[in-house]
């Protein structure tokens, strides 16, 4: 058995998308566990970029097969256009992508109920609008609608009416009209024609390619400091982030993960509303965000970004037993005079703290305590050997790892598939 679990260990969107690209070549199966459309994992191949919202970053893997795991909430509208948005390429999907059964559907109540409480929220949490947190409210209720269900005519009229009864008072309290019935009944017999021939049991698959000694690869969507348990609270997503949610939302037992990998930027980008005590407001992070093309792969927002966060990475790599760490974009840092790295909080009152606050409002106030890195010039884009790094950056890896206690395996340098440094086993 041999399984591997990649994570994001910031806010999301670490570059988590072109490490599973990468990955995926070593891979039988690639699973997405969690998340929904709210997430966008880019994967660039010879200068062609590749979006992927819901479809799992493996797919442009000619060996890998791939799997949207029961965890994950699916817009199967959202999906359809990412497969026809791939197959228009020449990107064969037929018998390479399939579908948990068991995943939950989001609805286009679900996105409007996501946006409607969004307007009206005093305290935005900045959601993608995707309807994810309705989706999974749906599910914990147990009044949500799954893909099994897109083929059971009787059934699949039964649960949408009675979600669409527990809804109607929320939809009159907003102002919005109730959705109908036959609309959404409509849509999902439209979705169950082109959903059938993916649709599968998702745990018999992982077991049987388990069976079968293949190696399976689970890719995380957002980050661990967006997971609704471990993150900053409330500002987070509706799903499990951390390792667990991918073990959850896939089904595979945890004694069958070997390497846990982290992903994490040299630097740290948040979007949305929410704590970033390492944030920018200044030129330093407007260049960062130029330099690092910063804007979110799924809203287009400009991403929040600030300096390396070591008590929240530390944090993020404890709770998830973080095996191997994936440094990205240190490009992106290539002509700064000075890096800096926050090695811990300090409150207005003048404490020291080094772990990363469980409450929110304490966030309040709390200034990042920074070591400063000399910083190094050049284009990596070329490299590919760590000694041919810049002695700097070199230094930089090396404190990273110190701290978060972590070994930095992988080192970005660059948007394409190529442009990555691996040291190999430890
Ligand atoms: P994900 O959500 O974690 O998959 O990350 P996103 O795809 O949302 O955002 C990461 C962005 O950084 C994408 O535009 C990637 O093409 C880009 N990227 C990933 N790794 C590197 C890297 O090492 N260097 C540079 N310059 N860009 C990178
Ligand atoms: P990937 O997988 C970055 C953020 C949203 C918002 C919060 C809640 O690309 O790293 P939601 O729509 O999930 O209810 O929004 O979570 N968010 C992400 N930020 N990358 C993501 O995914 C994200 N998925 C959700 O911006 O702050
Ligand atoms: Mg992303």
Redesign the pocket.
Known sequence: MSATALI?LQ???EG?GKMVDILAAEAELVVRCQ?GS????TVEVAGERTVLHLVPSGILSPTARCLIGHGVVLDAEQLLKEIDALEARGVATAGRLLVSDRAHLVFSYHRELDRAQESRRDEK??????G??PCYEDKVARCGVRVGDLDRPEALERRIAQALETKRSRFEALGHEPPRLEEVLASARDLARRLAPMTVDGVTVVHEAMERGERIFLEG???SL?DIDLGTYP????SNANVGGLLSGSGLPAQALTRVIGVCKAYATR????PFPTELEDETGARLRERGNEFG??TGRPRRCGWFDGPAMRFAVRVNGVTDIALTKVDVLSGFERIRFARAYETAAGERHEALPSMVDDFEGLRPVYEDFPGWEGELGGVRRYEDLPAELRRYVEAVEDYCGARVRWIGVGKGREHIVDRGEG
């Open positions: 994001g806010w999301g969107d988590k998340g709210n997430a966008g994992h949490i900045g959601t993608t609008g995707k994810i947190g969507a957002q980050g967006l500002f987070v997503t509706s979007v949305g509303s929410g792969s799924t």
